[in-house]
């Protein structure tokens, strides 16, 4: 969950600027989503982000991740394929979704996409690639909060604080090289395991409210992380299309396009590393490792 550093301010009055401007806008692409979606999955999905949106338990996410999320994923196959479209389609056809990504990289079979946020300077970003496990082997890794620091970029502490009904609340520490200062910052993590019959697992993250459990580190907090995994297999193969999706505002000096250059490498190396976890696991699993 970990990217690049960015602008300097009063964390917790951005963050909340940065909620606000989103609960109801995506309230009403709530209901229009659940509308198209037309199944039922997908309506007891929507109406759980719905509840949350409403009631204020949840930041807010971006129109995106409610795409996504309801089981629209992109529908090219990374396995059948070594190129990356110019553009995600979305088998839901959202277009306006589909044409406002931009494909910022395509190296390793990883397909990078940014598009500009309305309520950041700061792009949103998503990779999608495919990883040779199965969706549930992936799901464990990915959801090994605690083991962090051993394989994702920059994370050198992760600590579980809080675990409820699917929910965990995770502190993080990041570290960067010089100049750069470290951040920190606490998270709540949903884990959406319903549909796991059919091999589709989704985690969703965003910052902690008031109230929630939160622990201080060392550096500066991040003012703003949202995003998502969305785990599903791809067609006869024991492989998983993993779709991952952030957009984080970590604070700092550095301007703008600087953070969204250096996301656009971040973003892939969190991919590639989760690629590495995943093989060491299969490989301890089967007795392969030498």
Same mark, same amino acid.
């Given at each position: ?75 090219? @196959?990374? /396995?059948?394929?070594?190129?990356? %479209?110019? =553009? ?5 056809? *959202?277009? !306006?979704?589909?044409? $406002? ?25 998503? @990779?999608? /690639?495919?990883?040779?496990?199965? %969706?549930? =082997? ?5 959801? *090994?909060? !605690?083991?962090?620091? $051993? ?44 549909? !796991? ?94």
């Amino acid at each position: 969950m970990a990217t690049f550093p960015v602008r300097n301010a009063s964390c917790r009055q951005q963050q909340t600027a940065y909620e606000s401007r989103w609960h109801i806008p995506l309230r009403v692409a709530l209901v229009a989503a659940v509308k198209r979606a037309g199944r039922a999955k997908a309506i007891k999905f929507a109406i759980d982000v719905g509840s949350d949106l409403i009631s204020g338990t949840a930041t807010a996410t971006v129109p995106a991740m409610l795409a996504l999320t309801l089981g629209s994923a992109p529908s090219f @196959a990374l /396995a059948q394929t070594d190129e990356c %479209p110019a =553009r995600p389609a979305f088998a839901a056809g *959202d277009e !306006a979704a589909q044409h $406002a990504w931009k494909r910022v990289s395509d190296r390793e079979r990883i397909c990078v996409y940014s598009r500009q946020s309305p309520a950041s300077s700061i792009h949103e970003v998503m @990779a999608i /690639a495919a990883i040779s496990a199965a %969706p549930g =082997r992936v799901f464990e890794v990915i959801s *090994d909060y !605690a083991h962090y620091p $051993a394989f994702m970029p920059y994370v050198t502490a992760s600590k579980v604080l809080k675990k409820e009904q699917g929910a965990q609340w995770v502190f993080q520490q990041l570290a960067f090289p010089f100049p750069l200062s470290d951040r920190y910052y606490t998270i709540r993590l949903d884990a959406d395991t319903s549909l !796991a019959p059919s091999n589709v697992y989704r985690v969703t993250w965003r910052l902690v409210k008031s109230g929630e459990p939160f622990q201080q580190g060392k550096g500066e907090p991040t003012l703003a992380n949202i995003g998502f995994w969305d785990l599903r297999p791809l067609a006869g193969e024991d492989a998983t299309q993993v779709t991952y999706f952030i957009h984080t505002d970590p604070g700092g000096a550095l301007p703008a396009f600087a953070v969204n250059m250096a996301n656009s490498v971040a973003v892939p190396l969190v991919i590639e590393k989760v690629r590495a976890r995943v093989a060491a696991s299969r490989a301890d699993a089967t007795g392969e490792r030498h």
